[in-house]
Each structure stands twice: as C-alpha cells, then as structure tokens.
C-alpha cells in the first residue's frame, strides 16, 4: 500500500527551463510535507517543506505547491541547473508523529 | 561532528550472520532515525528514539531487527541471522525540534 506515490520514475529537462516534479498521496491524515534531494551515494538531503495549511512556499529557484483537495504536491525548480541532477524523493508525515513516508522518487536530468 | 556519520560504509556478510550497523548522530540531537532503502524505492521507516527510548519501533520488520541507543548518542541497529533480502541501504538520520532532519551517507549491506 504505497500511502506517497510519485508516478514518474525520471524526467529529463534541458538547462534553464523549469523542472516540474509531482507527487500523490493517499492518507488524509499527512498534514506535513517534505522533498528530499538524493545524489549517488550520499544521503538524502532537505530540500523544501509545506504545512498542509498552506497552498505554496517557495525557497529561491524551490517552489512546492500543495492542493489537499486533489491530495496532490509538486516541486517546481526553475531555472534548473545541471547540479539539479539527482533523485528527487516526496515524503509526507501525520499529526503527531516524526515518522516519515517516502515516495519512490523520481531521477531529474538537467542537460545543457 | 558536523554531520551524521554511520559506520560501515559497506557490509558484506553471509546469510545467518549477525551484523551491527553504527550511526553517530549530530551532537546535540534528541531524535534518531532508521530507515531502510532498497533499490528503486524510498527510504522505508524502521524506527525512532527520542533520547534513550524507542519512541515508534512500528517499522521494524521482525524479530530479528533490534536497535539501541543506551546513552542516548549513539546508536546501533542490529540484524541477527540475516537474509538475501536483508540488502539495503540502511540510513540513519537525527533531528532536533521540528521536521529538519539530516541524514548520513548509509551503510550499504550485502547478504551473499
């Protein structure tokens, strides 16, 4: 039962345009939202949250957008770079707990 | 030190073998994570102290996945008689107050 669903297992961007990465989810009780940024071999690390009750927030070139309704998330990277290439995972929590759920990512290539 | 570190980096054992897998937390972190990743998925969720105590063990597998941390530093997962489907990456991640958890670079175990 995958509860964070990211339906795009890559995408390929050229440099300079904007990188839209999307993400589902299915439990009603994730209030809090997380994208994770993985290069080989190395850990996966933060990139951007969201508050369920928030629609938007956006950090630099990072923009996430949620709608609840939908229970749906994107990561909107724009202008993407090359260094933007990497696995990008979703993760989600509940109220009241730290644990988190990931999706299965999806592989971003920027080319030049 | 500066990040999480977790020792070994790589782990070859034979199936029926015991394993420890360490992870050092940042200093100063109260909340420490395991979690598993295997090829072409997200990390999974084993477990979660909060200081010295298990605070949510709901992702370990079975009986044979054990972890500690006496001192509330420190940690260690254990594995007893391990199996072929035991590889995996196994990360560890800690975390002060809120969601901005860092993870470390995993130890890659291989069950031959």
């Known amino acids: 039962d995958q509860q964070v669903k990211q339906n795009s297992p890559s995408l390929s961007v050229q440099e300079g345009r904007i990188s839209i990465l999307n993400c589902d989810y299915t439990?009603?009780?994730?209030?809090?939202f997380l994208w994770y940024k993985k290069y080989p071999a190395e850990g996966p690390t933060f990139l951007i949250s969201?508050?369920?009750?928030?629609d938007k927030n956006e950090d630099g070139r990072f923009t996430v957008f949620l709608n609840k309704s939908a229970k749906h998330l994107s990561l909107h990277i724009v202008p993407s770079q090359p260094g933007d290439s990497a696995v990008y995972f979703c993760?989600?929590?509940?109220?009241?707990?730290?644990?988190?759920?990931f999706g299965t990512g999806t592989r971003l290539q920027v080319f030049p | 030190g500066a990040g999480v570190s977790q020792t070994p980096s790589n782990k070859v054992t034979e199936k029926g073998k015991y394993v420890e897998l360490r992870c050092d937390p940042i200093?100063?972190?109260?909340?420490l994570y395991w979690y598993r990743q295997s090829l072409g998925q997200g990390p999974e969720f084993l477990i979660y102290?909060?200081?010295?105590?298990?605070?949510?063990d709901s992702g370990l597998p079975n009986d044979r996945f054990f972890a500690v941390r006496p001192e509330g530093s420190v940690s260690t997962l254990k594995i007893q008689r391990t199996e072929r489907g035991d590889s995996a990456v196994y990360l560890c991640?800690?975390?002060?107050?809120?969601?901005?958890?860092?993870f470390g670079s995993g130890t890659r175990l291989t069950v031959v």
């Open positions: 991640a800690s975390g002060g107050q809120g969601y901005g958890y860092t």
């Open positions: 439990n009603s009780m994730f209030d809090y």
């Open positions: 969201i508050s369920s009750i928030k």
């Open positions: 993760a989600a929590s509940a109220y009241n707990t730290d644990k988190l759920i």
């Open positions: 200093s100063g972190h109260t909340a």
């Open positions: 102290f909060q200081g010295t105590g298990a605070a949510d």
